[in-house]
């Protein structure tokens, strides 16, 4: 009985030890039963505060982004109708005469009775001026304000050209180089010119100088230097600028032109009054 007693007791004692050691090294691994998360069963609602207040800063910015291009793309001297977005407006009749200031419903009154458009003068006095004129009165405005405009350009930016030559380059070449340069002075261009030293040593010093100077006398009255022929490259080449004349030099190369005339003119006539007064 003993026996069987100590027997029962050892089997005890090595299950349990067993059961701890499957629990220290697997216990680890063992992941504890997720519960699953709840959805709610209502959304959220939004609020309408917030997109209220979205929605009207959006139409504020739209509107004047809208009207910065209606004031960009309105043309300087055009028909504006019945559309007046002022109440009280300046108005001249179509003589020129000042006729005060109107309410725009009186304005629209008026032109419906003479038949006569509506245009806007000066916007920015207060209240803003207009005039009211005819078809043809506008139409001839416009091509009076076209013609001012070809009289009177604007100066856009002006465009250079690069051009390079060697400095050994043929006569009929640089007669060809010369015809294309003037071209793109009557444009109104600028023309950079490089000239490259050449694989003969032994040219003159100032060779590539004299080329640009070549250069620049096949366009009398036409262009000259804006910056003269400065070495660049150690010497290795050399570099000059030509623009076209401005209208107050052209009008000074005209008169020395024509004073140059007027003296060869006249030594002319001396001469020859000499030679008769020899014979």
């Given at each position: 009985m003993a026996a069987l007693f100590l027997k029962r007791l050892t089997l005890q004692t090595l299950k349990k030890m067993a059961g701890n050691c499957t629990r220290r090294c697997f216990g680890t691994y063992i992941l504890p039963p997720t519960i699953p998360a709840q959805l709610p069963l209502v959304a959220p609602v939004p609020r309408l505060f917030s997109l209220t207040h979205a929605r009207a800063s959006g139409t504020v910015a739209d509107t004047q982004d809208s009207r910065k291009k209606k004031t960009k793309n309105d043309p300087a001297f055009s028909n504006i109708g019945r559309k007046i977005h002022e109440r009280v407006i300046h108005v001249l009749d179509e003589a020129g005469n000042d006729l005060g200031s109107m309410h725009r419903a009186e304005v629209i009154r008026l032109m419906a009775e003479r038949d006569l458009r509506l245009v806007k003068r000066d916007s920015g006095s207060e209240p803003p001026q207009y005039q009211l004129l005819s078809g043809l009165q506008i139409h001839e405005e416009r091509l009076r304000l076209r013609e001012m405009e070809k009289a009177h350009p604007k100066p856009g930016p002006v465009l250079t050209k690069e051009l390079t030559l060697s400095s050994n380059i043929g006569q009929?070449?640089?007669?060809?180089?010369?015809?294309?340069?003037?071209?793109?002075?009557?444009?109104?261009?600028?023309?950079?010119?490089?000239?490259?030293?050449?694989?003969?040593v032994e040219e003159p010093e100032h060779k590539m100088e004299d080329i640009c100077n070549k250069i620049l006398q096949t366009m009398p009255g036409i262009a000259t230097f804006l910056s003269r022929p400065q070495p660049v490259r150690g010497g290795k080449a050399v570099t000059c600028v030509l623009r076209h004349l401005s209208k107050k030099e052209e009008n000074a190369y005209r008169e020395t032109q024509e004073t140059q005339k007027r003296d060869s003119l006249d030594k002319e006539n001396r001469d020859n009054r000499e030679s008769d007064v020899h014979q």
């Open positions: 009929h070449d640089l007669d060809t180089k010369s015809k294309q340069i003037q071209q793109w002075i009557e444009k109104k261009y600028k023309v950079q010119i490089t000239i490259k030293k050449g694989k003969n």
